[in-house]
């Protein structure tokens, strides 16, 4: 049962290499929900795999109750705090655009330039049909987004949405991931992006999370490679 009433406690594990890590934070920034930040790493553990089936960051625990996957804990987060900053408008052809986007932006940009990461050899670079199946993908992606956002000035329409958290801390992660690793930008042909990443810049708290991404990023050894 969700509390009501009295503030809820809440914690979000995993840190801030991690794009739906920064999803979520960014959602409660613009919420304006207290929260707490536990370092955690992906992890295979009986215990982890308790809270987080899938093995991943983040993990969200509101009240020590724990939530995993991303889009449907900030679609929950809009249900339980009515009165803060909406993720999802109102209307449902809104709201199917938003789910377009998240949909796009996870299952054909993040997933296949992830791939580049994951099966990356340190020595021996990344195989050329590793390369070609990723780019292929990811321009069906791009286009689609392309015919998709609306940028007026958010992603999704004119009011922020849970979409507008998937862009900005995805695109420019896959972007430099992509480039490290198949030597151009795949991202690039997102016609508009730049300017609008650039808008939400404007807003300190998008800017800090975007900053910390990338300092964790430039860290990683397996994201760096040779
Ligand atoms: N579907 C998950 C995806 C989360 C995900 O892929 N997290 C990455 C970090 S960005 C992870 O923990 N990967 C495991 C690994 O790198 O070993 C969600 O929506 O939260």
């Given amino acids: 049962m969700v509390r009501s009433g ?11 290499i991690s794009n739906y890590y920064n999803r979520i934070k960014m959602a409660l920034k ?3 929900l207290a929260f707490e930040e536990v370092r955690a790493a992906p992890s295979r553990d009986a215990d982890y795999l308790k809270i987080n ?7 969200l625990e509101i ?4 939530l995993a996957e991303t ?3 900030l679609e ?3 249900e339980i705090y009515p009165e803060t900053t909406p993720l999802m408008p109102k209307d449902p052809v809104d709201r199917h655009r938003v789910r377009q986007i998240v949909n796009y932006i996870d299952i054909h940009i993040d997933k296949p330039i992830r791939l580049l990461r994951d099966f990356h050899n340190l020595n021996e670079g990344t195989s050329d049909a590793l390369k070609k199946l990723v780019l292929k993908e990811v321009a069906q992606g791009v286009e689609s987004l ?8 958010y992603i999704a329409g004119n009011e922020i949405t849970l979409a507008d958290c998937a862009a900005y801390c995805t695109v420019p992660w896959f972007a430099e991931l992509g480039l490290r690793h198949l030597g151009v930008d795949p991202l690039a042909g997102l016609a508009g992006f730049t300017e609008y990443k650039a808008f939400l810049d404007q ?12 300092k964790s990023i430039k860290r990683a050894k397996k994201f760096a490679g040779k």
């Fill in 6 to 16: 009295s503030p809820r406690v809440l914690r979000l594990h995993g840190f801030p």
């Fill in 30 to 32: 613009l919420k304006g």
């Fill in 53 to 59: 089936p899938l093995g991943v960051i983040p993990t």
């Fill in 63 to 66: 009240d020590g109750r724990f």
């Fill in 71 to 73: 889009h449907p804990t």
């Fill in 76 to 78: 929950y987060l809009d």
């Fill in 146 to 153: 392309n015919r998709t956002v609306k940028f007026s000035p």
């Fill in 203 to 214: 807003n300190p708290d998008f800017a800090e999370i975007h900053a910390a991404a990338f």
